[in-house]
């Protein structure tokens, strides 16, 4: 018998879209694909040379399990400059990515049967990394009225004795919203009375559009900093998706723990994406800005288009690459004498019959929902959308 708590685990829909669409690909069927959750350019030339310069240097050992003392070093540089954020080296630990700093912030954190809050929607992975270091993940169902952001009426419906934590995503991956300075001081007000530690995600820090701006929540004061553990990393901002380098700061006793655990499960993270992770923090970053002009430009594109089409509704993004649209006024209606059941059964029809792979909410918490990934080139966003709207304009 395997394990029942690994078998209980759902498989990522968002992997899942993407594979389905790239076996459709690679029989030769042009399929469009909205599902990838990866920036569509290449890493900077300045990283790409610093690891090749790494592997011919001999810099292809063992690291500490916490990382190297050099990339620390950047990466609490790099947090004091963009956030206000003072750390030291051993505060920071960095790992293979930032879903692997995020299952070591639980696994350093959870005792079986503590409950963590997530607010909807939520990234698909936060709830199977709670149930697979003995937590309980607990939805904080969130308005339309707040563009879908948590509230502390919100989190105040949800908290219980069990509450440990609160994992909070901003800029959101699916929908893209920005948590202002205002809704993050309540939400810290609100950590500090309750004794709640903050997994605060903000691995898309860097791709904010207009004039929104990003907010670290342990930047507020020095109770909610003791609070608060930050996950980032740079697949995102620096197109190195996988080169695996993600990252966290927190107080000395909790990034301690995370160390030990790492040296035990991963060793430590690839030693030349550390080097090349140090030229990313430390270099231009010139690139960073190209790529968010881009995905600005496909933003209001993707926006405008799907909001002009009927049974749509979409939130404007304000962060990430991400749309998440609501097919609510689809659902019940016929799609080729099909009726439609649920956002999943709206993905299966839209991928079969016009080739067009977006990701269903259910794996989000949001089964009225689809989302859409505006990480590809607008020649490709503007031909899907083209399908959309022939899928969209046969529904009765």
Not at 104 to 127: C, K, M, R
Not at 312 to 327: D, H
Request: glycine share 6%; aromatic share 8%.
């Amino acid at each position: 018998m395997l394990s029942k708590k690994a078998l209980a685990i759902s498989p990522s829909p968002t992997m899942a879209i993407d594979s389905k669409a790239k076996e459709m690909q690679s029989q030769g069927i042009d399929v469009i694909g909205f599902g990838a959750g990866e920036p569509d350019f290449d890493t900077p030339a300045l990283i790409r040379d610093e690891a090749i310069r790494a592997i011919n240097e001999g810099h292809t050992r063992y690291t500490p399990a916490a990382g190297t003392l050099e990339v620390r070093e950047a990466i609490c540089s790099k947090l004091l400059t963009d956030n206000g954020l003072s750390y030291k080296p051993s505060q920071i630990v960095v790992s293979n990515g930032a879903k692997h700093s995020i299952n070591n912030v639980l696994a350093a954190l959870l005792n079986p049967g503590d409950e963590v809050l997530i607010p909807t929607p939520y990234w698909v992975s936060y709830p199977e990394m709670v149930r697979l270091n003995d937590g309980i993940p607990v939805a904080v169902e969130t308005e339309l009225t707040n563009n879908l952001k948590a509230t502390v009426d919100d989190l105040r419906k949800s908290l219980s004795s069990k509450s440990k934590a609160l994992i909070l995503n901003s800029p959101s991956n699916p929908t893209g919203q920005v948590y202002s300075k205002e809704e993050l001081t309540a939400i810290a007000d609100f950590c500090i009375e309750n004794k709640i530690f903050v997994i605060s995600d903000e691995i898309y820090e860097k791709l904010i559009y207009g004039q929104e701006k990003h907010f670290s929540i342990a930047a507020f004061n020095e109770k909610i900093k003791d609070l608060t553990i930050v996950v980032n990393g740079v697949s995102k901002s620096y197109a190195m998706t996988g080169w695996r380098i993600g990252y966290t700061a927190s107080s000395v006793e909790i990034a301690t723990v995370m160390a030990n655990i790492q040296s035990h499960t991963a060793s430590n993270p690839n030693s030349i994406a550390q080097k090349a992770t140090v030229a990313a923090l430390k270099g231009q970053q010139d690139s960073v800005a190209e790529m968010r002009r881009a995905f600005e430009k496909r933003r209001r594109y993707i926006f405008e288009r799907i909001n002009s089409l009927p049974y749509l509704k979409a939130l404007e993004p304000q962060g990430a690459f991400y749309i998440f649209v609501s097919t609510a006024d689809a659902l019940g209606k016929s799609y080729r004498n099909n009726k439609l059941k649920n956002s999943d059964h709206f993905a299966a029809l839209l991928l079969e019959n016009q080739k067009v792979a977006v990701v269903p909410g259910t794996g989000f918490g949001a089964p009225d929902y689809v989302r859409l990934s505006f990480a590809t080139s607008m020649e490709k966003i503007v031909e899907g959308l083209n399908r959309l709207e022939i899928f969209i304009n046969e529904i009765k």
